[in-house]
């Protein structure tokens, strides 16, 4: 496929250029570039910025189904009185549709690939395949009624059974949290993940009170700092804490922190510790965006708050894009031959990315994230506001059908 007269969003390429997609990767970057023979055009004529695509490096995709459902409540009562009652009236078939919907919305906001926590993985995956995203799936591991009830078994058969599949799917080991596993448990998984080099993710210090209970310092040190590990939230660390975190990938989840009541995480300490940081929106039940621009937007704005100088727009742009490729050990996140084809397209015209020649200060601090096309592994999986891997239609239907199932009547 060639696609003809785009603006590449890279320095020094703010004239178009065209791009030749061979199969799933970038095969040539240039100008004036000739189609050959039986290759499919699409000229741009200028009118498209190309950027690689975003990660986001946590969510729990099908909680879709329960957006909204449990709001303006603390934390405890949300989680424990509402969320949990509700997943248990999940079934497969509703993971499956709740995964697609979410995807949906992310692809249209341009992520190419997501880092997913939950249960019924195998839905989740199935979905995955089908849309045609990149992600990183695991499934929740818990033991806190001192049994895992054969979750980290689970999470290995999804291993055996998805683990590289079309270069897309990709399965780590997903510990809840330090309060709902117990430390030997702990061991026991980060030991699997050590054999069988798996990644792994586990919510961090998300509420105040986890600092009562344990320190950071005690939960690295069960051995956290010797697998590709991706703490989630990471909201209440001191200062000389941060330094715990330099050989991981932390997810920001700011406006779910945020929204819940959790606090702010110490985004422009962490930038000056030199952490890799990573945009995460969380879950769609708990934000309720899954749309990682409007996540980072929010993030400055907290840092900023205090200082105008904190977080620059291409400390931003990393996080969006190259540190997630590294959390989640994609090859990927640049525009050049040889990479993936993981492109978003975005409409120049659009009066938020004016001036064009401030395209990515535009792109970070203005654009409400609503892509044109977003395309991965060479294939669109969406166009102009339609998604051309699934019936949206049918899903959208099968999707409220599952979602009142689960929720009820209740509001
Ligand atoms: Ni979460």
Redesign the pocket.
């Known amino acids: 496929m060639l696609l003809k007269n785009v603006v590449i969003l890279k320095p020094g390429f703010l004239e178009p250029r065209d791009i030749r997609i061979d199969g799933k990767i970038i095969a040539e970057i240039g100008q004036n570039l000739r189609p050959e023979q039986n290759e499919e055009v699409i000229d741009f004529k200028g009118s498209k910025c190309v950027s690689v695509g975003f990660v986001n490096t946590?969510?729990?995709s099908p909680m879709s189904l329960l957006r909204a459902f449990a709001e303006d409540l603390p934390f405890n009562k949300w989680l424990f009185e509402k969320i949990l009652p509700a997943e248990a009236r999940l079934t497969p078939e509703a993971v499956y549709f709740g995964a697609i919907v979410s995807m949906m919305e992310m692809a249209a906001h341009g992520v190419v690939a997501f880092c997913d926590?939950y249960f019924h993985m195998d839905a989740v995956a199935r979905a995955v395949a089908d849309f045609g995203m990149k992600a990183v799936l695991t499934r929740g591991l818990v033991d806190k009624d001192g049994d895992d009830n054969g979750r980290l078994q689970e999470a290995l058969e999804l291993y055996e059974k998805w683990h590289g599949f079309d270069d897309r799917i990709f399965v780590g080991l997903g510990p809840h949290a330090p309060y709902t596993c117990s430390r030997s448990y702990l061991r026991k998984i980060l030991d699997v993940a050590k054999v069988n080099d798996m990644l792994v993710t586990m919510?961090f210090f998300?509420n105040s009170w986890e600092r009562e209970r344990y320190t950071p310092q005690e939960i690295m040190s069960i051995g956290f700092d010797q697998v590709h590990f991706i703490p989630?939230?990471c909201v209440h660390l001191d200062s000389d804490e941060l330094k715990l975190l330099s050989s991981s990938y932390p997810s920001i989840?700011v406006v779910?922190n945020m929204k819940l009541g959790n606090g702010v995480p110490p985004v422009t300490k962490m930038l000056k510790e030199g952490l890799k940081l990573t945009i995460?929106t969380?879950?769609p039940s708990?934000n309720n965006s899954i749309n990682p621009l409007f996540d980072i937007r929010v993030l400055i704005l907290t840092q900023k708050m205090s200082n105008p100088e904190n977080v620059k727009v291409t400390e931003a742009y990393a996080m969006l894009t190259k540190h997630g490729y590294e959390a989640l050990r994609l090859n990927g996140g640049e525009i050049t031959p040889g990479m993936p084809a993981d492109l978003i397209f975005i409409d120049l015209f659009n009066p938020q990315l004016q001036p064009t020649n401030r395209v990515l200060e535009n792109l970070i601090h203005t654009f409400d994230g609503r892509v044109f096309a977003t395309m991965i592994n060479g294939r669109f999986v969406y166009y102009d506001g339609r998604f051309p891997t699934v019936d949206a239609q049918e899903v959208l239907k099968k999707f409220t059908t599952f979602s009142l199932m689960v929720t009820g009547t209740e509001s």
């Open positions: 946590h969510t729990h926590m919510h998300e989630v939230h989840n779910s995460g969380d879950g708990s």
